[in-house]
């Protein structure tokens, strides 16, 4: 493909250069749930990303892009050994970030951007807000890494399952009165304190679930093995006779997956959220969830604290999570994103430092992401374009990741169906006086 490309000489203008976009290298994660080798779009993304050897038989769970130290992202142009990381290079260029965001968030990016490829159940778990995360870290640092909050938000790539919050009043009283197990687990009085109490008395329902849950994750592991292995039969002999809801189904699935595990009959009590391609969900501190299958884009505060308590082999903070837990109950917002130029997509949450926009720009089409007073990372996930700035013209494909400095107008043109997803900074932040 032809491209015309800015040449700045070496002493052009400072400026220009300052806002040029920068070429990025990222991490992956291989964790054990993410998909096989060439199945995982995080394996696709990285071998086209990466100039290093790619194992094939390895999982492919995350992609990181940011500046997170547990991931971080390389200048392509330096060494990726012992090259300058974006962390770095932000730090020698603060202005890149933006007065507003300079001093909001001082000098770092406030997101993390990610590829999830999901093969298997992710453990359950929640993020902790600001005050906890700072707890946290304090007290277990190897645990707790970072004293930030981490609210975030999945934009589904292909077809994608989770569970996320409380279920519903009225859903939770037919489960417990549908799943016998739950009950022998926690007790019938306390399993029937649902039964006595209106939706319409919101503290009374928390106390409740918070109760029942809390001694339903509490439970021993010989008591756990024992219930499970009897859910697991009763719903395989009634496979037999009727039709098994999507919940059940799913348990089994999560049993085969983690056998004895307390996560399995915990699912009962999540929103079981199916998302299509294009939908997004977003968790806010202190939200159970667990994402169980599919691909996504995932963007978030920056940092890596996790509270988990099921359906994992990794270290579990039970007493935690329970007592961190907002215990909201209803099923979660899905975003479908809103038109906000032609081709461009914008997902926004409820949350300062973050928003994702997804462009799909046919063959031959063109638009514009206008200059913002924030910092942007932009991925690339199919096709191929012309991508331009003031200051440098680059071509681009599948793979590429580029920071996008503070005041850059990008000018893009595809030469086959082009797919770009940009994270920045949530643009009602940036609005406000």
Sequence with gaps: MEIATVVKANGGC?????RRL????????????GKIGSDSLVYRVYA????????????YAELWMGTHESGPSYLEDDDADGGVTLRSWIAENPEALGDRVLEKWGCDLPFLFKVLSVGRALSIQSHPDKVLAKKLHKAHPNLYKDDNHKPEMALAYTQFEALCGFIPL?????VIRAIPE????????????VFCISE?????????VRTIFTLLMSAGPDTTKQIVSKLKHRLHMESQERHLTDKERLVLKLEKQYPDDIGVISAFF?????????????????EPHAYLFGECIEVMATSDNVVRAGLTSKPLDIQTLCSMLSYKLGFPEILKGSRIRPYITRYLPPFEEFEVDLCDLPCGASTVFPSVPGPSLLLVLQGE??????????EVSMGDVLFVPADTEIQLKSSADLKLYRAGINSRFLDSP
């Excluded at 086209?48 to 999982?59: K, L, V, Y």
């Excluded at 319409?200 to 409740?208: G, I, L, Q």
């Excluded at 374009?385 to 680059?394: F, K, L, P, Q």
């Design 200 to 208: 319409h008395d919101e503290e009374k329902v928390k106390s409740a």
């Design 182 to 193: 739950i009950e022998e687990l926690v007790g019938s009085e306390e399993a029937n304190q």
């Design 48 to 59: 086209a990303n990466s100039d290093q050897p790619i194992d094939s038989t390895r999982p």
């Design 170 to 174: 009225q859903e939770l009283k037919s």
């Design 385 to 394: 374009g012309i991508m331009s700035t003031d200051a440098s013209a680059d």
């Design 270 to 286: 999540f929103n079981y959220v199916k998302l299509n391609p294009g939908e997004a969900l977003y968790l806010g501190a202190n």
């Design 22 to 33: 920068r070429r990025l290298r990222c991490s992956v994660k291989d964790y054990a749930w």
């Design 14 to 18: 400072e400026a220009d250069r300052r």
